[in-house]
């Protein structure tokens, strides 16, 4: 072999996900994982059903079609008119994908040319910096900062330059638990459209709302022809090991990312796809009940931090909160993370990873509260060690 290292150089720097090197680190002390977010509870019994009844009867037990199955497509066309009267053709606008991670991948590989600049908030997802680094462009933070997170909308006008060709938007946002309000999409629609700039948005949380609505910014003017919307069924019912996901825009653009998608894993999750076209007509009753639930954990989780001493940034959706570690005189999250398990036998995940700026995130902490009462409980008595 030459002395040429073996990783290119595009994706050099990416390393192992802090979610495979925390969750490793729970195993091996045995600690509890409040780091990677999936819940610790399956989803509806009734969707579980679905699924082996498909498995059972043959049913996507071969290569589903390409663009997924067409009871999948027309409920999640329908999903989107029933919750924000958006109208999607399931045979032109909707494909179904490996989850929202392949969904992001494709969009990425699909839309860029090396050297174009894709804007995208940080603390990003750290998918994200991989696909556009895959993809041979380059990314552009615009850092949300505590402790609010909202984006300043004069810094977002300032980052576009010629080479903008990208706006990745994640709202429901993890980390941090910030959700866009109507006035900032607007704003940053019109940005787009000034400027002529293509839109992704991640909306994979658009059901764990807790303060404000999620409205799909694809329903702004302007704003349908150039936006790539992508969700998931993973975090909405509670099935993040099924892999389905999905994205919705306009013929062209989801033709464009289906040329992407069909040579990087060409279907996914046949059976699957059965028991997600149910899920996705479940009555309002589920949506309501499974909200209501995550933000009683978001508050028992909260009022644990607060107690063992954390400074909490109440997050107005997702599964996670973002915290502070000043308070107990540290600075350097990755180190805290790192011997939190020892300290406490609790593992969470340290904002500074999903940071560009190494100063942005330096101090925070990030807990997910997709777990049962009991495991929530557990964590935040063994954290309040901390403050003594
Ligand atoms: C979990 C998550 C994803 C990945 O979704 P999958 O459907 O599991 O691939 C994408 N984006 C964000 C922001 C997430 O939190």
Known sequence: MSGRPLLNRRLDGLGTTIFAEMSALATATGAIN?????????????????????LREGHGNQYPPGPGIPELRAAISDHQRRFYDLSFDPDTDVLVTAGATEAIAATMLALLEPGDEVIAFEPFYDSYAACI???????VPLTLRAPSFRPDLDELRAKITPRTRLLLLNTPHNPTGMVLTAEEQSAIAALAVEHDLLVVTDEVYEHLV?????????????????TVSISSAGKTFSFTGWKVGWVMADGPLVSAVRTAKQYLTYVSAGPFQYAIAEALRLPDAYFDSFRADLRRKRDLLGDGLLAAGFEVY?????YFITTDITPFGEKDTYAFCRALPERCGVVAIPNSVFYDDPDAGRSQVRFTFC?????LNEAASRLRHLAS
């Open 34 to 54: 409040l780091g990677q977010g999936f819940p610790d509870t399956d989803g509806p019994e009734s969707v579980r059903e679905a699924a082996v009844r498909a």
């Open 133 to 139: 680094a895959m993809a041979g462009a380059k990314r």
């Open 210 to 226: 807790y303060e404000g609505t999620h409205r799909p910014i694809a329903a702004l003017p302007g704003m349908r022809e150039r």
């Open 371 to 375: 777990k049962r009462d009991d495991v």
């Open 314 to 318: 109440q997050p107005q959706g997702t």
